[in-house]
């Protein structure tokens, strides 16, 4: 029993070991796994807003020269605080550091 438990410890020390080395693209994981969640519906997987509701909200491309000028700190404040009637304000569900994860996320769409 007590040699039973020492395994199942070195196990999960194992585990958490491989959490943490993986934590960098985790990241990137979950701003994607946000982004389809919350902004795809308008925006679209790829960024270009050609969904149903994009269409007819007339959505600007996020890859478009005309968003991709935005600097990385104008697109997180975007995020935060919304913009126009239809662009919400994200800053209580999802705080800074997943806007500015978003930010980069949705910049780098533009090179995909
Ligand atoms: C209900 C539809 C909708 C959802 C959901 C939505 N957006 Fe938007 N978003 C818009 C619209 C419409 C604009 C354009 C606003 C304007 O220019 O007046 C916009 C603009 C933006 C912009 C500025 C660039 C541009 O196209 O003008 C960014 C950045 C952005 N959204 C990020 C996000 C992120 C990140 C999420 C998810 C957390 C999200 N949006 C969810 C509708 C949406």
């Not at 029993?1 to 196990?11: E, F, G, N, P, Q």
């Not at 925006?43 to 269409?55: F, L, M, R, V």
């Not at 478009?64 to 975007?78: F, G, M, R, Y």
């Amino acid at each position: 029993m007590k040699r039973h438990s020492m395994v199942l410890l070195a196990i999960l020390a194992g585990s958490a070991a491989y959490v943490s080395l993986n934590a960098a693209p985790r990241e990137q994981q979950d701003a994607k796994q946000v982004y389809l969640d919350k902004c795809s519906l308008c925006h679209g997987e790829d960024g270009a807003g050609k969904t149903a509701k994009g269409k007819k909200l007339n959505m600007k491309d996020i890859r478009s020269a005309d968003v991709q000028k935005l600097t990385p700190a104008e697109w997180t404040t975007i995020i935060l605080k919304g913009k126009g009637t239809i662009m919400d304000s994200y800053e209580k569900e999802l705080g800074a550091d997943m806007a500015k994860k978003l930010a980069d996320y949705m910049r780098d769409l533009s090179k995909k």
